[in-house]
């Protein structure tokens, strides 16, 4: 059974930081590369930080470029999200699961497990 375990948020004022984890299970994790989403209220469900197998390459959103990292171990089947300089906007649940790309009809498509953790809820605020 694929489940993914999300912890680590919390309420912090602007200008602070949270590091996220996510104990994945069920699936052979060192062969999936891993990403973070994030979802805030009335709003669908974005794309944060994405790291490949092994961990020898990551890349994350605009929007968090030079503030988010994401990391893996892969000897605990875990994935982090360290984040700096948290922004209001940056409230939302956050979540993990694996990053699928693959490509037919002429382009790659992205997927992930269709089961996804509660997740874990950041509040930034003053």
């Known amino acids: 059974q694929i489940q993914f375990a999300e912890s680590g948020g919390g309420f912090v004022q602007p200008g602070g930081s949270l590091r996220l984890s996510c104990a994945a299970s069920?699936?052979?994790?060192?062969?999936?590369?891993m990403a973070w989403f994030r979802q805030a209220p009335g709003k669908e469900r974005d794309l944060v930080a994405v790291?490949?197998?092994?961990?020898?390459?990551?890349n994350v959103a605009d929007s968090v470029k030079g503030r988010f990292t994401i990391s893996r171990d892969d000897a605990k089947d875990t994935v982090a999200l360290q984040m700096n300089s948290l922004k209001p906007e940056d409230t939302a649940v956050y979540y993990c699961n694996t990053w699928i790309r693959q490509y037919y009809s002429g382009s790659y498509h992205y997927s992930s497990f269709p089961s996804w953790g509660q997740g874990t809820q950041v509040t930034v605020s003053s």
């Open positions: 790291i490949t197998t092994s961990g020898d390459s990551t």
């Open positions: 069920g699936f052979t994790f060192t062969a999936y590369d």
